[in-house]
T-cell receptor, first 114, second 111 residues
Framework: ETGVTQTPRHLVMGMTNKKSLKCEQH?????MYWYKQSAKKPLELMFV???????ENNSVPSRFSPECPNSSHLFLHLHTLQPEDSALYLC?????????????FGPGTRLTVT | GENVEQHPSTLSVQEGDSAVIKCTYS??????FPWYKQELGKRPQLIID?????GEKKDQRIAVTLNKTAKHFSLHITETQPEDSAVYFC??????????FGAGTILRVKS
């Protein structure tokens, strides 16, 4: 185990549903990330939180809403998604200090929007 | 911003042969270049990385080379084995901890 967990592992939701993805890291890191992985764009950065503040939002549609209540937890709130949002959503964490950049990934949530 | 291109998109080699994957980057300020391996159905994991003050780094059967002048870096896997079959991603750090990933290379090792 890399110390980054994600729940649920699989999620099927309709376009009118609201759901949340959860990520938890047990590594003492201070930065967390959401990535979208699909056949079209293999590893696409969505959000970055550093010291619990959002520092990056790569023009992600507002139907995706991140939340980082503390350095160990990261959520991705989903509402009124589209079928093209079906993908694997990966969470990662890293420690911002001393030029260390290694990111540790969670197992991902496989999301299917029907 | 940083842009990373990765080639080839798929690579098939015979077991025991070598495999080479190449990446180019655009931002000359980038100073850290990791390689991640993602096996089918699993999470990406770091396998090797290199910093801009080093030209080559080896770890058993894998090595990475960096040419700062040309802004490209490569992953070399020698004596490939079936368990090396996976998707490999290169990346470059843009700023802070932000990694920009290449599009990935599917490596198939045929036994």
């Amino acid at each position: 185990e890399t110390g980054v967990t994600q729940t649920p592992r699989h999620l099927v939701m309709g376009m009118t549903n609201k759901k949340s993805l959860k990520c938890e890291q047990h590594l003492g890191h201070n930065a967390m990330y959401w990535y979208k992985q699909s056949a079209k764009k293999p590893l696409e950065l969505m959000f970055v939180y550093s010291l619990e503040e959002r520092v990056e939002n790569n023009s992600v549609p507002s139907r995706f809403s991140p939340e980082c209540p503390n350095s160990s937890h990261l959520f991705l709130h989903l509402h009124t998604l589209q079928p093209e949002d079906s993908a694997l959503y990966l969470c990662a964490s890293s420690q911002e200090s001393g030029g260390t950049y290694e990111q540790y990934f969670g197992p991902g949530t496989r999301l299917t929007v029907t | 911003g940083e842009n990373v291109e990765q080639h080839p998109s798929t690579l098939s080699v015979q077991e025991g042969d070598s495999a080479v994957i190449k990446c180019t980057y655009s931002d000359s300020a980038s100073n850290y270049f990791p390689w991640y391996k993602q096996e089918l159905g699993k999470r990406p994991q770091l396998i090797i990385d290199i910093r801009s003050n080093v030209g080559e780094k080896k770890d058993q059967r894998i090595a990475v080379t960096l040419n700062k002048t040309a802004k490209h870096f490569s992953l070399h896997i020698t004596e490939t084995q079936p368990e090396d079959s996976a998707v490999y991603f290169c990346a470059a750090v843009e700023y802070g901890n932000k990694l920009v990933f290449g599009a990935g290379t599917i490596l198939r090792v045929k036994s």
